[in-house]
Protein backbone atom coordinates (compact mmCIF):
# COMPACT_ATOMS: atom_id res chain seq x y z
CA UNK A 1 0.00 0.00 0.00
CA UNK A 2 1.25 3.40 -0.78
CA UNK A 3 0.20 5.01 2.53
CA UNK A 4 -1.45 8.29 2.40
CA UNK A 5 -0.95 10.21 0.08
CA UNK A 6 -1.06 14.25 -0.15
CA UNK A 7 -0.39 16.42 -2.76
CA UNK A 8 1.14 18.83 -3.71
CA UNK A 9 3.82 18.41 -1.25
CA UNK A 10 4.89 22.29 -1.48
CA UNK A 11 2.67 25.18 -1.95
CA UNK A 12 3.57 28.79 -2.56
CA UNK A 13 0.80 31.13 -3.12
CA UNK A 14 0.15 34.85 -3.17
CA UNK A 15 -2.55 36.29 -0.45
CA UNK A 16 -6.07 36.39 -1.79
CA UNK A 17 -5.33 33.44 -3.72
CA UNK A 18 -7.41 30.08 -3.53
CA UNK A 19 -5.55 27.50 -2.02
CA UNK A 20 -6.62 23.65 -2.44
CA UNK A 21 -5.13 20.50 -0.74
CA UNK A 22 -5.83 16.78 -2.02
CA UNK A 23 -5.63 13.46 -0.11
CA UNK A 24 -6.07 10.55 -0.82
CA UNK A 25 -6.34 8.06 2.19
CA UNK A 26 -5.40 4.39 2.79
CA UNK A 27 -7.52 1.71 1.19
CA UNK A 28 -10.21 0.79 3.60
CA UNK A 29 -9.72 3.34 5.96
CA UNK A 30 -13.00 5.11 7.05
CA UNK A 31 -12.06 7.74 9.02
CA UNK A 32 -9.81 10.68 7.18
CA UNK A 33 -8.37 13.85 9.32
CA UNK A 34 -6.98 16.84 8.49
CA UNK A 35 -4.46 19.06 10.53
CA UNK A 36 -2.23 21.58 10.48
CA UNK A 37 1.08 22.53 11.83
CA UNK A 38 2.84 25.72 13.01
CA UNK A 39 5.72 26.51 15.55
CA UNK A 40 3.56 28.66 17.39
CA UNK A 41 0.23 26.44 17.43
CA UNK A 42 1.18 22.75 17.59
CA UNK A 43 -0.52 20.52 15.28
CA UNK A 44 -4.57 21.44 15.21
CA UNK A 45 -7.12 18.79 14.40
CA UNK A 46 -8.89 20.89 11.75
CA UNK A 47 -11.74 18.52 10.77
CA UNK A 48 -12.11 15.03 10.82
CA UNK A 49 -15.04 12.76 8.26
CA UNK A 50 -16.19 9.17 9.24
CA UNK A 51 -17.55 6.93 6.21
CA UNK A 52 -17.15 10.54 4.25
CA UNK A 53 -18.98 12.49 6.59
CA UNK A 54 -17.87 15.56 8.32
CA UNK A 55 -18.23 14.77 12.54
CA UNK A 56 -16.50 17.28 13.70
CA UNK A 57 -15.31 20.45 12.07
CA UNK A 58 -14.97 22.94 15.06
CA UNK A 59 -11.30 23.31 14.80
CA UNK A 60 -11.71 24.75 11.08
CA UNK A 61 -10.32 28.66 11.97
CA UNK A 62 -13.60 30.27 9.79
CA UNK A 63 -14.99 30.64 6.95
CA UNK A 64 -12.45 30.60 4.58
CA UNK A 65 -11.35 27.37 5.13
CA UNK A 66 -13.65 24.14 3.74
CA UNK A 67 -13.07 20.52 3.18
CA UNK A 68 -15.06 17.65 1.20
CA UNK A 69 -14.35 14.05 1.18
CA UNK A 70 -17.25 13.38 -2.29
CA UNK A 71 -16.01 9.41 -1.85
CA UNK A 72 -14.03 7.08 0.41
CA UNK A 73 -10.68 7.50 -1.69
CA UNK A 74 -10.80 11.58 -1.70
CA UNK A 75 -10.73 14.27 0.05
CA UNK A 76 -10.14 18.50 -0.47
CA UNK A 77 -9.07 20.97 1.90
CA UNK A 78 -9.91 24.67 0.60
CA UNK A 79 -8.71 27.85 1.34
CA UNK A 80 -10.35 30.83 -0.33
CA UNK A 81 -9.06 33.65 0.15
CA UNK A 82 -5.97 32.45 1.53
CA UNK A 83 -3.53 34.82 3.94
CA UNK A 84 -0.35 34.80 4.90
CA UNK A 85 -1.08 33.36 8.34
CA UNK A 86 -2.44 30.66 7.09
CA UNK A 87 1.21 29.48 5.97
CA UNK A 88 1.76 26.23 7.34
CA UNK A 89 2.10 22.24 7.22
CA UNK A 90 -1.40 20.64 6.77
CA UNK A 91 -1.36 16.56 7.21
CA UNK A 92 -3.82 14.60 6.12
CA UNK A 93 -4.67 11.13 7.98
CA UNK A 94 -6.49 8.41 7.78
CA UNK A 95 -6.90 5.63 10.10
CA UNK A 96 -9.21 1.88 10.17
CA UNK A 97 -11.37 2.88 13.00
CA UNK A 98 -11.79 5.67 15.74
CA UNK A 99 -9.53 4.78 18.52
CA UNK A 100 -7.05 3.18 15.85
CA UNK A 101 -3.30 4.14 14.89
CA UNK A 102 -3.06 7.31 12.24
CA UNK A 103 -1.67 7.05 9.50
CA UNK A 104 -0.11 10.45 8.39
CA UNK A 105 0.77 11.40 4.81
CA UNK A 106 3.69 13.65 3.70
CA UNK A 107 2.30 16.53 4.63
CA UNK A 108 1.49 20.01 2.58
CA UNK A 109 3.74 22.99 3.35
CA UNK A 110 2.21 25.86 2.16
CA UNK A 111 3.26 29.23 2.04
CA UNK A 112 0.89 32.26 1.70
CA UNK A 113 3.00 35.61 0.71
CA UNK B 1 -11.36 22.82 26.95
CA UNK B 2 -9.46 19.99 26.34
CA UNK B 3 -5.69 20.37 26.67
CA UNK B 4 -2.66 17.99 27.30
CA UNK B 5 0.19 18.85 28.55
CA UNK B 6 3.95 18.02 27.92
CA UNK B 7 7.59 18.91 29.01
CA UNK B 8 8.75 21.22 26.42
CA UNK B 9 12.36 19.72 25.65
CA UNK B 10 13.98 16.76 27.24
CA UNK B 11 17.85 15.99 26.83
CA UNK B 12 20.12 12.92 27.64
CA UNK B 13 22.49 10.58 26.06
CA UNK B 14 22.74 7.68 24.14
CA UNK B 15 22.21 4.39 25.85
CA UNK B 16 20.26 6.36 28.66
CA UNK B 17 16.50 5.90 29.89
CA UNK B 18 13.85 8.97 28.94
CA UNK B 19 10.61 9.51 30.66
CA UNK B 20 8.49 11.88 29.16
CA UNK B 21 5.06 12.54 30.53
CA UNK B 22 1.76 13.68 29.90
CA UNK B 23 -1.05 14.68 32.19
CA UNK B 24 -4.65 15.21 30.29
CA UNK B 25 -8.12 16.57 31.07
CA UNK B 26 -10.28 13.61 32.32
CA UNK B 27 -13.93 14.32 30.92
CA UNK B 28 -14.82 12.41 27.83
CA UNK B 29 -11.18 10.57 28.16
CA UNK B 30 -11.35 7.59 25.67
CA UNK B 31 -7.42 6.71 25.62
CA UNK B 32 -4.08 8.08 25.18
CA UNK B 33 -1.64 7.44 21.95
CA UNK B 34 2.43 8.66 21.43
CA UNK B 35 3.16 9.58 17.78
CA UNK B 36 7.01 10.39 16.96
CA UNK B 37 7.83 12.93 14.21
CA UNK B 38 11.44 13.77 13.16
CA UNK B 39 12.31 17.31 12.10
CA UNK B 40 10.39 17.78 7.93
CA UNK B 41 8.43 14.32 8.49
CA UNK B 42 5.43 13.40 9.43
CA UNK B 43 3.88 12.44 12.83
CA UNK B 44 4.30 7.94 12.98
CA UNK B 45 2.49 6.56 15.72
CA UNK B 46 4.14 4.67 18.36
CA UNK B 47 1.25 3.39 20.74
CA UNK B 48 -1.83 3.12 22.26
CA UNK B 49 -3.51 2.91 25.88
CA UNK B 50 -6.82 2.77 26.48
CA UNK B 51 -6.52 0.84 29.67
CA UNK B 52 -4.45 1.65 33.06
CA UNK B 53 -0.85 -0.24 32.75
CA UNK B 54 1.94 -0.78 30.65
CA UNK B 55 2.32 -1.42 26.82
CA UNK B 56 5.42 -2.33 25.81
CA UNK B 57 7.30 -2.33 22.03
CA UNK B 58 10.49 -3.24 21.45
CA UNK B 59 12.77 0.01 23.35
CA UNK B 60 9.69 1.92 23.77
CA UNK B 61 7.05 1.46 26.58
CA UNK B 62 3.52 4.06 27.46
CA UNK B 63 2.17 3.78 30.43
CA UNK B 64 -1.64 5.23 31.51
CA UNK B 65 -3.18 6.07 34.90
CA UNK B 66 -6.57 7.16 34.42
CA UNK B 67 -7.07 7.83 38.19
CA UNK B 68 -4.25 10.59 38.05
CA UNK B 69 -4.74 11.45 34.59
CA UNK B 70 -1.06 10.87 33.32
CA UNK B 71 0.80 8.79 31.32
CA UNK B 72 4.12 8.48 29.98
CA UNK B 73 6.38 7.65 27.56
CA UNK B 74 9.60 5.64 27.88
CA UNK B 75 12.65 5.14 26.02
CA UNK B 76 14.40 2.62 27.13
CA UNK B 77 18.35 2.09 25.34
CA UNK B 78 18.45 5.51 23.97
CA UNK B 79 20.14 6.21 20.17
CA UNK B 80 21.14 9.18 17.76
CA UNK B 81 17.71 8.23 15.63
CA UNK B 82 15.44 8.79 18.75
CA UNK B 83 16.01 12.48 18.78
CA UNK B 84 12.41 13.18 17.67
CA UNK B 85 9.66 15.11 19.04
CA UNK B 86 6.82 13.25 20.97
CA UNK B 87 3.69 14.06 20.78
CA UNK B 88 0.75 12.39 23.23
CA UNK B 89 -2.51 12.80 21.55
CA UNK B 90 -5.93 11.83 23.65
CA UNK B 91 -9.10 10.88 22.60
CA UNK B 92 -12.38 12.32 23.83
CA UNK B 93 -15.39 10.24 22.15
CA UNK B 94 -15.17 11.13 18.86
CA UNK B 95 -12.17 14.28 18.89
CA UNK B 96 -8.64 13.84 19.13
CA UNK B 97 -6.77 16.30 20.87
CA UNK B 98 -2.56 16.56 20.21
CA UNK B 99 -0.22 17.47 23.11
CA UNK B 100 2.38 20.29 22.09
CA UNK B 101 5.32 18.11 21.68
CA UNK B 102 8.29 17.54 23.88
CA UNK B 103 11.62 17.59 21.76
CA UNK B 104 13.76 14.95 22.48
CA UNK B 105 17.43 15.43 21.68
CA UNK B 106 20.24 12.41 22.30
CA UNK B 107 24.04 13.55 22.76
CA UNK B 108 26.86 11.05 21.74
Known amino acids: DAGVIQSPRHEVTEMGQEVTLRCKPI?????LFWYRQTMMRGLELLIY????????DSGMPEDRFSAKMPNASFSTLKIQPSEPRDSAVYFC???????????FGPGTRLTVL | GQSLEQPSEVTAVEGAIVQINCTYQ??????LSWYQQHDGGAPTFLSY????GLEETGRFSSFLSRSDSYGYLLLQELQMKDSASYFC?????????FGPGTRLSVLP
Open chain 1, 93 to 103: ASTAGTGDEQF
Open chain 1, 27 to 31: SGHNS
Open chain 1, 49 to 56: FNNNVPID
Open chain 2, 26 to 31: TSGFYG
Open chain 2, 49 to 52: NALD
Open chain 2, 89 to 97: AAIYGQNFV
